[in-house]
């Protein structure tokens, strides 16, 4: 089993930033993708982000493309998101995945993901 602590939500106004966090103990891979989901209430979960184990590639829903950025450190077993221009339609819980790859991340093909973290954004 992977075990995922997700850390850095919050409660913002539109235009400011916030930094997620995310560690991955247990049992992970010797390689493995991570990345970040969200979901909103009455809505159904999307991914946002992901990125490969040597953190090469990466992948962005649209919306957030040019205000959000995913990085790791495979040393620690960590993955971070820096949310940049927030906007209310970001306001959602956001969970930390782990998968076999940064694409089928982006599919929605996580193997593990975490309890997620709550941001929330003021207009």
């Known amino acids: 089993q992977v075990q995922l602590v997700e850390s850095g939500g919050g409660l913002v106004q539109a235009g400011d930033s916030l930094r997620l966090s995310c560690a991955a103990s247990?049992?992970?891979?010797?390689?493995?993708?991570m990345g970040w989901f969200r979901q909103a209430p009455g809505k159904e979960r999307e991914f946002v982000a992901s990125?490969?184990?040597?953190?090469?590639?990466?992948y962005y829903r649209d919306p957030v493309k040019g205000r959000f950025t995913i990085s790791r450190d495979s040393a620690s077993n960590t993955v971070s998101l820096q949310m940049n221009r927030l906007e209310p339609e970001d306001t959602a819980v956001y969970y930390c995945?782990?998968?076999?790859?940064?694409?089928?991340?982006?599919?929605?093909?996580?193997?593990?993901w975490g309890q997620g973290t709550q941001v929330t954004v003021s207009s």
């Open positions: 247990g049992r992970t891979p010797s390689a493995y993708a």
């Open positions: 990125i490969s184990w040597s953190g090469t590639i990466t």
């Open positions: 995945e782990v998968g076999s790859r940064a694409d089928s991340l982006s599919s929605g093909k996580a193997n593990y």
